[in-house]
T-cell receptor
C-alpha cells in the first residue's frame, strides 16, 4: 500500500519567516514528488515537482528530496499571508499514467 | 484558470437519481483522472485514462461509471449513490511528459447526496 504521510497541522509561521513543510513516503519505487497548494474552497494547484536527490529552487520555494530517508520537504522563504493554505505532498512511481498518491495535507497559517 | 473545466460546480442529488459530471481539458494532454476529496482524508484516485483507455480502476464501487470518449473529455456517471459519497470530485489532466505525471486540476464538483 503506497502511503504519503504529512503532519496535518495547523502550522503557524510569522510573516517573513521560513515555513518548513515535511512529508514521508512508504513506496521506495516512487520516483517523482509534487507539492500542491490548495486554498479553502479551491482545487489543488501545482507549485513544484522534484525527482532528483537534493534541492530544487523556484523563487521563494525550495523542494528537497532525500530518497534514502524517503523524505520530501518544501521550504517557503519570506512567508506571506497569501501563502496561508493547505499544502499537499504527492508521489508517483513514474513510467505510466498511474496517478499520484497524495498525503492529507498540512494546513499552513502565516501570521501577519 | 488551469485549462481544465468541470461542470457542474455544485450538485445535490437523491440516492435514486442518475447524474453525470463532465470534465473538459484544453491543454492537449493525453491522460485524465478522477479524484475524490473528502474532509480529513487524502485525495483518493478513482480512475485514470491514458489515450482514452482506462488504465486504473482503484476499486471504486460500480455506482460510479467513467466514460472517456476522446482525450479532451471525461465523464463520471453517478447512480444510486450513498450519503457517504458526498465529497468534492476533482478532474485532472496530465501531459505525462518524460513519465512525470504533473496533474492539472479542474475546479471540482461539490456533490451532496441526500
Amino acid at each position: 500500500q503506497k502511503e504519503v504521510e504529512q503532519n496535518s497541522g495547523p502550522l503557524s509561521v510569522p510573516e517573513g519567516a521560513i515555513a518548513s513543510l515535511n512529508c514521508t513516503y512508504s513506496d521506495r519505487g516512487s520516483q517523482s514528488f509534487f507539492w500542491y497548494r490548495q486554498y479553502s474552497g479551491k482545487s489543488p494547484e501545482l507549485i513544484m515537482f522534484i525527482y532528483s536527490n537534493g534541492d530544487k529552487e523556484d523563487g521563494r520555494f525550495t523542494a528537497q528530496l532525500n530518497k534514502a530517508s524517503q523524505y520530501v520537504s518544501l521550504l517557503i522563504r519570506d512567508s506571506q499571508p497569501s501563502d496561508s493554505a493547505t499544502y499537499l505532498c504527492a508521489g508517483n512511481s513514474g513510467g505510466g499514467a498511474d496517478g499520484l498518491t497524495f498525503g492529507k495535507g498540512t494546513h499552513l497559517i502565516i501570521q501577519p | 484558470e488551469t485549462g481544465v473545466t468541470q461542470t457542474p460546480r455544485h450538485l445535490v442529488m437523491g440516492m435514486t437519481n442518475k447524474k453525470s459530471l463532465k470534465c473538459e481539458q484544453h491543454l492537449g494532454h493525453n491522460a485524465m483522472y478522477w479524484y475524490k476529496q473528502s474532509a480529513k482524508k487524502p485525495l483518493e484516485l478513482m480512475f485514470v485514462y491514458s489515450l482514452e483507455e482506462r488504465v486504473e480502476n482503484n476499486s471504486v464501487p460500480s455506482r460510479f461509471s467513467p466514460e472517456c470518449p476522446n482525450s479532451s473529455h471525461l465523464f463520471l456517471h453517478l447512480h444510486t449513490l450513498q450519503p457517504e459519497d458526498s465529497a468534492l470530485y476533482l478532474c485532472a489532466s496530465s501531459p505525462r511528459d518524460r513519465a512525470i505525471e504533473k496533474l492539472f486540476f479542474g475546479s471540482g464538483t461539490q456533490l451532496s447526496v441526500l
